[in-house]
């Protein structure tokens, strides 16, 4: 998963966040927690486990099969070695 997908699944999970507290902010008074808690809770626990499912490494729709390529290597002051087979699982 590229960095841009992780950004912006932060992104929209922090903007669902602030939108749900935004909007349920109301004058103090002393009862239970009504259906906007409910609602808050809802969003917020959705995008918890769809954060969660966006930063899965593996993703899914992993075949299972190795993808071997070949990757440059260099030395520890930048200079080109050669090339190695790697291979992903």
């Known amino acids: ?7 912006a699944a932060f992104a929209l999970a ?7 507290i935004a909007s349920t902010t109301q ?4 009862k239970g927690p009504g259906l ?8 917020i ?6 954060s969660a499912i966006a930063a899965n490494e593996a993703g899914y729709y992993d ?15 930048g200079n080109y070695v050669g090339r190695v087979r790697t291979c992903n699982y």
């Open 27 to 30: 004058q103090a008074q002393a």
């Open 63 to 77: 075949t299972g099969y190795r993808r071997c390529g070949w990757v440059r290597q260099f030395d520890a002051y």
């Open 1 to 7: 998963m590229s960095i841009k997908t992780k950004v």
């Open 45 to 50: 626990g959705a995008a918890v486990v769809g």
């Open 14 to 20: 922090a903007l669902a966040t602030v939108g749900t």
């Open 36 to 43: 906007g808690f409910g609602i808050a809770a809802g969003v």
